[in-house]
């Protein structure tokens, strides 16, 4: 199993980043799909979540008309597009897979807000 995430990096106030997770190793259109994050001294919390069919979206109330997630099945792949960034956005952001009694985790993508 694996949760390959990518699209991070350094960006301005007001920017915008995509954040990609490509995943391999089971059956991806099977899973809800959820990014966390995790800023320094601050507990993992979840940003985003969407249903294994592309439904049942929930967002953390902060990032609510800035982020979106959506997936593509035929890919494999998860995606959190970040419009707005703010500095209180900065945090290492997880990919995670989760069904039942399996839940799998990526290694983590910086994503840095500052002028």
């Known amino acids: 199993v694996q949760l390959v995430e990518s699209g991070g990096g350094l960006v301005q106030p007001g920017g915008s980043l995509r954040l990609s997770c490509a995943a391999s190793?089971?059956?991806?259109?099977?899973?809800?799909m959820s990014w966390y994050r995790q800023a320094p001294g601050k507990e993992r919390e979840r940003v985003a979540a969407i249903g294994s069919v592309g439904s049942d979206i929930n967002l953390l109330d902060s990032v609510k008309g800035r982020f979106t997630i959506s997936r593509d099945n035929a890919k494999n792949t998860v995606y959190l597009q970040m419009n707005s960034l703010k500095p209180e956005d900065t945090a290492v952001y997880y990919c995670?897979?989760?069904?039942?009694?399996?839940?799998?985790w990526g290694q983590g993508t910086q994503v840095t807000v500052s002028s």
């Open positions: 190793g089971f059956t991806f259109r099977s899973y809800a």
């Open positions: 995670n897979a989760r069904r039942g009694g399996s839940d799998y």
